[in-house]
């Protein structure tokens, strides 16, 4: 059988009565044996302290303890304080000693030397407390005690089923309070966690929209704080999963659609078999190899499976060397090519193919979406922590509050750098994923030539 957690906090709460009534029951036995019956017994042996040296004198006098041996009177008279001071025993009828109120004196009794009862209480045994009367530096008798805790012996049965009869009463009042106090506690803590299980339930059906109100500020607030997080990001991720779907299907869409019309139409005999006709459709096919390409080289790079081979390197060498690689393709599309560094090696730590790669969609994309007759700046710095590369280009530009999603899957801005230019508007997410993969950052800003500047910084390697 399954326990909730109000049965568990009950259970818990019994739990902790239960011990605490055990140790409260022990604890409350040892100080009544150690505290208050060491107090009684205490008080019976400063009045023991008090009678020796009468009881020495008398011993001194008659040279024996034959004179008070069965007389009960003569006892009385030896340990009974102040005996013939009339002040005094007006005092003591007034205000017996606590000794005498305890019952100390008839615990008394007296002994010879050998140990054994002259007078005096008749239970004296090896437990009693003993003191020596010495006399002229013998022991000549013995002053005895019956411990309080003997004398309780008697009526211990009784007392003890009366203490037993206390403890359930308190036992069943405490387990009262327990058990109301549980479910006062648990009421509130029950209907809190039943909501957060709710809302797992519609959570793990589906329903990412599903928000659990904190309440108060402790662990169980906490935790629907995190689990308010966790399905917003299950929401991003399933609306990012929806458009990228959504935009798959579209960018195969149109390559598709127009291969099926031209080829249609060649069979239909509207268009010849000739290569004018097929150059098209030959076209579309490099499209859609293009986009396949990268929507693989995307899911490597996110999902961490893109081997990475990081050595040093110098950053600059690698820069230069895409730039000179495409510098054709800037100077037939009618664009001005810029290269500036720093003086000195850019070292850096890095897999040299990736960032050949980076640096080369960078430059693809600018290459795209610059008008002709514009430029393209390349700078390369380096600061303390830092190496900083930044490609420039100029117009057409793209808007600030646009700028912070270029970096995502399939986004274009609908301006004028979204032309149909062959981009899958992948490559800008799959140089954010390459850059992350190093370690280092990248972001878009405004150009200082009127049009966009993607700029990278990578961690300097010593």
């Known amino acids: 059988m399954k326990f909730g957690i109000a049965a568990k906090i009950f259970c818990a709460m019994l739990l902790m009565c239960a011990v605490a009534l055990l140790v409260n029951g022990m604890a409350g036995k040892w100080l009544f044996e150690r505290g ?34 069965g007389q009960r009177k003569v006892w009385l008279r030896l340990i009974r304080p102040h005996v013939g001071d009339p002040v005094a ?12 109120q305890t019952g100390a004196v008839a615990r008394f009794a007296l002994l010879d030397a050998q140990g054994q009862r002259v007078i005096g209480n008749a239970d004296v045994d090896g437990s009693a407390i003993r003191r020596p009367i010495v006399v002229e530096g013998h022991t ?29 009463a308190i036992s069943i009042v405490a387990v009262l309070v ?4 549980a479910w006062l506690l648990t009421r509130p803590l029950r209907k809190r966690i039943q909501g957060m299980g709710a809302a797992t339930h519609r959570l793990a059906g589906g329903d990412y929209a599903t928000r659990i109100v904190p309440g108060a500020d402790d662990e169980l607030g906490r935790l629907a704080q995190d689990f308010n997080r966790m399905a917003g990001a299950l929401e991003n991720s399933e609306r990012n999963r929806r458009e990228f779907m959504a935009d798959i299907s579209h960018e195969l869409r149109t390559p598709l659609s127009v ?13 010849p078999m000739s290569a004018a006709t097929l150059a098209p459709l030959q076209g579309e096919v490099r499209q859609l190899g293009k986009l396949i390409d990268d929507l693989h080289e995307l899911a490597l790079t996110q999902s961490g499976e893109l081997a990475y081979e990081h050595v040093p390197l110098d950053l600059d060498a690698v820069l230069r060397a895409t730039v000179e690689g495409m510098r054709s393709r800037f100077h037939d599309a009618g664009l001005a090519l810029v290269v500036s560094s720093a003086p000195g090696p850019l070292p850096v730590q890095g897999d040299e193919r990736r960032l050949q790669q980076l640096f080369a969609n960078l430059l693809e994309n600018a290459l795209r979406y610059t008008d002709r007759g514009g430029s393209v700046a390349v700078h390369a710095l380096r600061d303390e922590r830092h190496v900083r590369i930044s490609i420039e280009d100029s117009a057409p530009g793209v808007d600030e509050d646009k700028r912070g999603r270029l970096f995502e899957r399939f986004y274009r801005v609908d301006a004028s750098r979204n032309r149909a230019s062959g981009g899958s508007g992948l490559g800008l997410a799959i140089c954010r994923n390459i850059v992350l993969a190093h370690g280092g950052a990248i972001h878009a800003e405004a150009s200082a030539l009127g049009g966009l500047a993607i700029v990278v910084e990578l961690p300097l390697h010593a």
């Open 178 to 181: 327990a058990g109301t106090s």
């Open 140 to 168: 000549v008798g013995w002053l005895a005690m019956v411990p309080f805790q003997k004398i309780l012996a008697r009526n211990e049965q009784r007392f003890m089923e009366a203490q037993v009869r206390r403890w359930w």
């Open 36 to 69: 208050f019956l060491g107090y009684l017994n205490g008080q019976g042996i400063g009045r023991m302290e008090l009678l020796l040296p009468r009881l020495q004198a008398e011993y001194a006098e008659h040279g024996s303890w034959e004179f008070v041996r």
């Open 89 to 100: 025993d007006e005092a003591l009828l007034s205000a017996p000693p606590v000794s005498d």
């Open 259 to 271: 291969l099926r019309a031209e080829l249609e139409a060649i069979q239909d005999g509207i268009r």
